[in-house]
């Protein structure tokens, strides 16, 4: 009997210590599974944020290309209207110092024109008329001077 009691003592302190192994097994395992859960769970948030943190970069960039788009967009319309603005002050600076050029031209021919007729009128009157009555006398069918009672015209010549 005390064989039997010593083998139902080994017996069950075997199967206490395999109970017990294989609660430390499960338990092991219960926390492995937890642990890597808890990783896997990590490593989800992680690559949300990576992804987050990515979409949120091409965002950025690319409120950053259409800001300089629009920022050439106004540097190039800018540019254009300048130019525009210059070109036209160009062309009617161009048109008021043509306009005067002309103007300038049709005073300064009205003065040649004026000149060239009084200096016409006094070479008429003054060597044409003057020095026909000085060389020639006055024509055979006018009156003397000296009598007052007649005019004296212009004949033409």
């Known amino acids: 009997m005390l064989c039997y009691a010593v083998l139902c003592c080994v017996v069950l302190c075997?199967?206490?210590?395999?109970?017990?192994?294989?609660?430390?097994?499960?338990?092991?395992?219960?926390?492995?599974?937890?642990?890597?859960?808890c990783y896997v769970a990590l490593c989800c948030a992680i690559l949300c944020c990576v992804v987050l943190c990515c979409a949120v970069l091409c965002f950025v960039m690319l409120c950053y290309v259409v800001l300089c788009y629009a920022i050439l967009c106004c540097v190039v319309l800018c540019c254009v209207v300048v130019l525009y603005c210059a070109v036209l002050c160009c062309v009617l600076l161009c048109c008021v110092m043509l306009c005067c050029y002309v103007m300038l031209f049709y005073v300064v021919l009205c003065y040649?024109?004026?000149?060239?007729?009084?200096?016409?009128?006094?070479?008429?009157?003054?060597?044409?008329?003057?020095?026909?009555?000085?060389?020639?006398?006055?024509?055979?069918y006018m009156r003397s001077v000296f009598d007052r009672n007649v005019v004296m015209r212009r004949i033409p010549v």
Do not use: D, R, T
Request: aromatic share 16%; glycine share 2%; charged share 0%.
């Open 14 to 37: 075997f199967v206490v210590l395999c109970y017990s192994m294989l609660c430390c097994v499960v338990l092991c395992c219960a926390v492995l599974c937890y642990v890597m859960l």
């Open 112 to 140: 040649v024109m004026l000149l060239y007729y009084i200096i016409l009128y006094y070479i008429i009157l003054h060597y044409i008329i003057l020095h026909h009555y000085n060389l020639m006398g006055p024509p055979s």
